[in-house]
């Protein structure tokens, strides 16, 4: 039996709960209160330094194993949402068209909606095709908080690039 290891991070935009096992992370969500934190382990550690680093400002990139369970469709749906730069978006349409199914973009959307690895597995990046912000779990506030906060790190560091694939 795998043991689970449960931790909270405080973040500007709400708490997270971050749900671990002895290898991968499992879930990342938003939740209205932290509960009873268990016993830690090194990965839950690293999940919640990184968030903090990323909410700094000082992370682009998470260096976490994820734990993708679902569907195989779902799955490549979300690996396909690691794919997205940090700092751009994406349309359900380019994530259908990234995993060479071009007609599944309702169910790309579905699946971006059972995602359970929030930030981590970057679904806050996917935008509608008119580039209006869409559904997301944590509520669209967070949402774009998320793609301003990411764009306005970027600016800082001289990166230049656009806010959206489209």
């Known amino acids: 039996m795998n043991n689970k290891y449960m931790g909270y991070y405080k973040s500007p935009i709400g708490i997270l709960e971050?749900?671990?096992?002895?290898?991968?992370?499992?879930?990342?969500?938003?939740?209205?209160?932290?509960?009873?934190?268990?016993?830690?382990?090194?990965?839950?550690?690293?999940?919640?330094?990184?968030?903090?680093?990323?909410?700094?400002?000082?992370?682009?990139?998470?260096?976490?194993k994820v734990a993708?369970?679902?569907?195989?469709?779902?799955?490549?749906?979300?690996?396909?949402?690691?794919?997205?730069?940090?700092?751009?978006?994406?349309?359900?349409?380019?994530?259908?068209?990234?995993?060479?199914?071009?007609?599944?973009?309702?169910a790309v959307g579905n699946a971006n909606n059972k995602n359970k690895i929030s930030i981590i597995v970057p679904c806050h990046r996917v935008i509608g095709k008119n580039g209006a912000l869409t559904g997301y779990a944590g509520g669209l506030d967070k949402k774009q908080w998320l793609l301003d906060h990411e764009n306005r790190i970027n600016l800082n560091a001289g990166d230049v690039f656009p806010v959206s694939k489209s």
């Open 18 to 64: 971050i749900v671990c096992d002895k290898e991968s992370v499992l879930s990342c969500n938003f939740v209205d209160k932290e509960g009873e934190i268990g016993q830690v382990n090194l990965i839950l550690e690293s999940a919640i330094t990184q968030l903090d680093e990323y909410f700094k400002g000082e992370r682009k990139e998470f260096d976490l």
């Open 68 to 106: 993708l369970h679902g569907t195989e469709f779902q799955k490549n749906v979300w690996n396909g949402l690691l794919n997205i730069p940090y700092g751009t978006t994406a349309s359900y349409k380019d994530i259908a068209i990234s995993i060479n199914n071009e007609k599944a973009v309702r």
